[in-house]
């Protein structure tokens, strides 16, 4: 098949890309600059650009584009450009799908912050969005909406709910890493707030399988089954690496200093990949001590 992808140099466009081709699939890269090569086109989803041809020649679009979350401190200016980075290039794919006479697959990162801070409750794709508000929450909603041009036109989109994804590489996790190795990881808040990951295999595998899978349309969490809470992903963390988790790092302090980012540490997402899992998606890594592995690997 061949993919047309926005964000292919990124944590998840690079690893998808190189499973890509390992699967014999041809894959063009969005790029922002003059195209270099056969591989690669050039867009401005700013201005509302992307070569039409390139998305009547694709089987699968996919957006995996974004600025990186983890910064200190947050501007105005950059959570903008980190909003924009997602909003405004779902959009532009959107609509130049809605445009084409092909209608190719469309497969929109999204984030389990859709769903808020729900404590125990167990989230699927059909529980409500969140109410509380948040930088991240509103995000995803925006986000998911810019969608809809594509799936109004009738083209198959799935929108991927992606949970932390754990490798020693990626931003949510390489930060974690060091600290925790370094013997000063300890759980945040009081522990119990479920933290919802996959590993960046099982990411790629599905990402893959959404995109091939015909049948496949509509909200899917990628999110390993059974999701541990902070305090077992701190425990099974420190236990790995061998290092101490006394180091408990209390919830207002957090608020106070990283207000943006701490709902993201101190909310619950409990969340269960039924959609997936009920399409016959089977994860290599499905514990939290399989994940941890992979990721430390």
């Given at each position: 098949?061949?993919?047309?992808?926005?964000?292919?140099?990124?944590?998840l466009?690079?690893?998808?890309?190189?499973?890509?081709?390992?699967?014999?699939?041809?894959?063009?890269?969005?790029?922002?600059?003059?195209?270099?090569?056969?591989?690669?086109?050039?867009?401005?989803?700013?201005?509302?650009?992307?070569?039409?041809?390139?998305?009547?020649?694709?089987?699968?679009?996919?957006?995996?584009?974004?600025?990186?979350?983890?910064?200190?401190?947050?501007?105005?200016?950059?959570?903008?450009?980190?909003?924009?980075?997602?909003?405004?290039?779902?959009?532009?794919l959107?609509?130049?799908i809605?445009?084409?006479?092909?209608?190719?697959?469309?497969?929109?990162?999204?984030?389990?912050?859709?769903?808020?801070?729900?404590?125990?409750?167990?989230?699927?794709?059909?529980?409500?969005?969140?109410?509380?508000?948040?930088?991240l929450?509103?995000?995803?909603?925006?986000?998911?909406?810019?969608?809809?041009?594509?799936?109004?036109?009738?083209?198959?989109?799935?929108?991927?709910?992606?949970?932390?994804?754990?490798h020693k590489?990626?931003?949510?996790?390489?930060?974690?890493?060091?600290?925790?190795?370094?013997?000063?990881?300890?759980?945040?808040?009081?522990?119990?707030?479920?933290?919802?990951t996959?590993?960046?295999t099982?990411?790629?595998?599905?990402?893959?399988?959404?995109?091939?899978?015909?049948?496949?349309?509509?909200?899917?969490?990628?999110?390993?089954?059974?999701?541990?809470?902070?305090?077992?992903?701190?425990?099974?963390?420190?236990?790995?690496?061998?290092?101490?988790?006394?180091?408990?790092?209390?919830?207002?302090?957090?608020?106070?200093?990283?207000?943006?980012?701490?709902p993201?540490?101190?909310?619950?997402?409990?969340?269960?990949?039924?959609?997936?899992?009920?399409?016959?998606?089977?994860?290599?890594h499905?514990?939290?001590?399989?994940?941890?592995?992979?990721?430390?690997?």
């Open positions: 098949m061949k993919f047309v992808i926005a964000g292919a140099t990124g944590f466009g690079t690893a998808w890309r190189d499973h890509l081709a390992r699967e014999g699939h041809e894959v063009i890269r969005l790029v922002r600059g003059e195209a270099v090569s056969q591989n690669e086109s050039h867009w401005d989803p700013h201005r509302g650009f992307v070569d039409p041809a390139v998305i009547e020649s694709a089987d699968v679009i996919a957006n995996v584009a974004g600025a990186s979350f983890v910064r200190w401190p947050l501007t105005e200016s950059y959570k903008q450009m980190f909003r924009d980075s997602r909003v405004v290039t779902t959009r532009t959107a609509d130049a809605a445009k084409s006479a092909s209608k190719p697959v469309f497969l929109a990162q999204n984030g389990t912050s859709f769903y808020g801070d729900r404590g125990d409750e167990v989230l699927t794709e059909d529980s409500a969005p969140g109410t509380d508000g948040t930088f929450g509103e995000i995803t909603k925006a986000w998911q909406e810019a969608t809809e041009p594509a799936a109004v036109a009738g083209a198959r989109v799935c929108v991927m709910r992606t949970a932390a994804v754990l590489g990626g931003s949510a996790f390489q930060p974690l890493h060091l600290i925790f190795k370094s013997g000063l990881g300890g759980p945040a808040g009081n522990g119990k707030q479920y933290f919802a996959i590993s960046l099982d990411w790629v595998r599905a990402a893959t399988f959404l995109a091939t899978n015909e049948a496949s349309r509509g909200v899917y969490n990628l999110s390993a089954p059974n999701p541990s809470t902070n305090e077992e992903f701190t425990q099974e963390l420190g236990r790995m690496l061998h290092r101490p988790t006394k180091l408990r790092v209390p919830a207002l302090p957090l608020r106070k200093i990283f207000p943006e980012l701490s993201e540490i101190l909310s619950s997402f409990r969340v269960e990949p039924a959609r997936l899992l009920a399409e016959g998606f089977v994860f290599e499905p514990t939290l001590n399989a994940r941890l592995a992979a990721a430390l690997t």
